[in-house]
């Protein structure tokens, strides 16, 4: 079995300063798991389904734990526990 910090972590979230208070949490807590960031539930859903920019599916690996802002997701996107 892989070491746990070798699991991705799918950050969804449009907001920069957001973004850097998770990775300061999660540095300041040990944790050393990989975190892909996506801007938005599009974005996502692209990452998830290894669409456009993310279909290298060695560096981007399906997440063990995806953290979404509410606000990431755009009205007419299908939300992403929905696409797989």
Same mark, same amino acid.
């Given at each position: 079995m892989k070491p746990l910090s070798l699991f991705t972590i799918l950050h969804v979230e449009d907001s920069e300063e957001d973004v850097f208070f998770l990775q300061y949490a999660f540095?300041?807590? !040990?944790?050393?798991?990989?975190?892909?960031i996506a801007r938005d539930g599009q974005e996502a859903?692209?990452?998830?389904?290894?669409? !456009?920019a993310y279909t290298d599916r060695e560096r981007y690996r399906l997440p063990v734990l995806m953290l979404s802002s509410l606000g990431a997701a755009p009205s007419s996107a299908v939300p992403p526990r929905h696409c797989c």
């Open positions: 540095k300041r807590a !040990g944790i050393a798991n990989p975190v892909q859903i692209d990452y998830l389904s290894h669409q !456009g």
